[in-house]
Structure formats: structure tokens, C-alpha cells
């Protein structure tokens, strides 16, 4: 469960058949950089968890980004990724 001190960005639907990033995703990785906690794919395998550390705060909820930092479950994959994969499939 998220809090205390543990979030999440769930980014829905950002990795294509072909394996390239939404540049939403992009974004989130970006910006979020190496305080990422762990990075999985999603169970459907087209999104992915970022974990970091954060404050509660109430969640923000969009199309294809969402973040939660408290009261929140998130079904961990451990079908872990790297920001590497990502910038080489965007990059393909």
C-alpha cells in the first residue's frame, strides 16, 4: 500500500507493440530521473509502475499518467525496467 513516504507514477498504456515509449512516459522518466525507486512494466505489459519516494498528498489522476502517494494499492509485476530500455526503444 502507498504511503509513508511511498508513491507512484502508474502510467497506462505508454509502451506500443513495438516497445517505444510514449513521449508522456518519456516525460515521467525524465523528470523523475534516478530517484526512481523501481521501475516494472504493468501486468498488461504495456504500462509501467515508478516507485520514488514522496509526501502524501492526494492523487493525480490523468488518460495515460497517474500518481498516488497514499491509500492506494498497486499490483507489483517485478517485471523490472530500466530507463535504459527506454530511451533505446524510443531511440530505435
Known amino acids: 500500500m ?5 508513491a507512484c507514477w ?6 506500443d507493440a513495438a516497445g517505444v515509449l510514449h513521449p508522456e512516459a518519456v516525460a515521467v522518466l525524465q523528470q523523475v530521473g534516478r530517484d526512481a525507486l523501481w ?6 505489459g504495456r504500462g509501467l509502475h515508478v516507485f520514488v519516494r514522496g ?3 492526494r492523487g493525480q489522476v490523468g488518460k495515460r499518467v497517474s500518481y498516488y502517494s497514499r491509500g ?5 509485476t517485478g517485471d ?3 530507463a535504459a530500455q527506454g530511451v533505446a ?4
Open 2 to 6: 502507498l504511503g509513508d513516504g511511498l
Open 10 to 15: 502508474d502510467l497506462d498504456g505508454v509502451i
Open 39 to 44: 521501475i516494472e512494466r504493468s501486468m498488461s
Open 55 to 57: 509526501h502524501e498528498e
Open 72 to 76: 492506494r494499492f498497486i499490483a507489483v
Open 80 to 82: 523490472r525496467f530500466t
Open 89 to 92: 526503444r524510443r531511440a530505435a
